[in-house]
T-cell receptor, first 120, second 110 residues
Framework: DAGVIQSPRHEVTEMGQEVTLRCKPI?????LFWYRQTMMRGLELLIY????????DSGMPEDRFSAKMPNASFSTLKIQPSEPRDSAVYFC??????????????????FGDGTRLSIL | QQPVQSPQAVILREGEDAVINCSSS?????VHWYRQKHGEAPVFLMI?????EQKGHEKISASFNEKKQQSSLYLTASQLSYSGTYFC???????????FGQGTRLTINP
């Protein structure tokens, strides 16, 4: 079975340019998560969607960051304009998001291979 | 609030045991454990729900103490393949919003 697919795997661009990261979740998964990982801050949740609807974007660092999920099989994370401090590995993850006793935290999250972003 | 993991790093010889702890300042609904090898994505190991249950995965098991708001990951008879950074992710709402600890780097030497 295909896992979570992210593209590109690596991105190097100059400060001020627009960056778009893409994610295809596992088929049948209805929850999607965007994470950022750096040495200083570790693994941080930026935003997550449930059934294509953004549920919590409190982790998005600032207005330069935006995320969309136009359908169940595709999501984008956009940075405009990009800055050197945005350099990090960005992971997308998905899960089934099934509810159990009114909660849905008991499902594993499956991570994509990540996009290593370098802003010069 | 980010959970606190301890130790930050541990070095073992193959066959030795290790315990990694994850403590939270808030009441937890669940704890997730992941392992990440260098340059790779985090890989799911197990989920612990409140209730103190213990789960196992090969020779890796974990416990969850709801009262103490902490979870422990146990690796017995460690293998070279266990090397990597272990992260706990804590959920206080039951909504899959995980906050990850800073990680514990485990090195297994022959």
């Amino acid at each position: 079975d295909a896992g979570v697919i992210q593209s590109p795997r690596h991105e190097v661009t100059e400060m001020g340019q627009e960056v778009t990261l893409r994610c295809k979740p596992i088929s049948g998964h209805n929850s999607l998560f965007w994470y950022r990982q750096t040495m200083m801050r570790g693994l941080e949740l930026l935003i997550y969607f449930n059934n294509n609807v953004p549920i919590d974007d409190s982790g998005m660092p600032e207005d330069r960051f935006s995320a969309k999920m136009p359908n169940a099989s595709f999501s984008t994370l956009k940075i405009q304009p990009s800055e050197p401090r945005d350099s990090a590995v960005y992971f997308c993850a998905s899960s089934t998001g099934l509810f159990d006793r009114g909660r849905n935290s008991n499902q594993p999250q499956h991570f994509g291979d990540g996009t290593r972003l370098s802003i010069l | 609030q980010q959970p606190v993991q301890s130790p930050q790093a541990v070095i073992l010889r193959e066959g030795e045991d290790a315990v990694i702890n994850c403590s939270s300042s808030k009441a937890l609904y669940s704890v997730h454990w992941y392992r990440q090898k260098h340059g790779e994505a985090p890989v799911f190991l197990m989920i612990l729900l409140k209730g103190g249950e213990q789960k196992g995965h090969e020779k890796i098991s974990a416990s969850f103490n709801e009262k103490k708001q902490q979870s422990s990951l146990y690796l017995t008879a460690s293998q070279l393949s266990y090397s990597g950074t272990y992260f706990c992710g804590t959920d206080i709402q039951g909504a899959q919003k995980l906050v990850f600890g800073q990680g514990t780097r485990l090195t297994i030497n022959p």
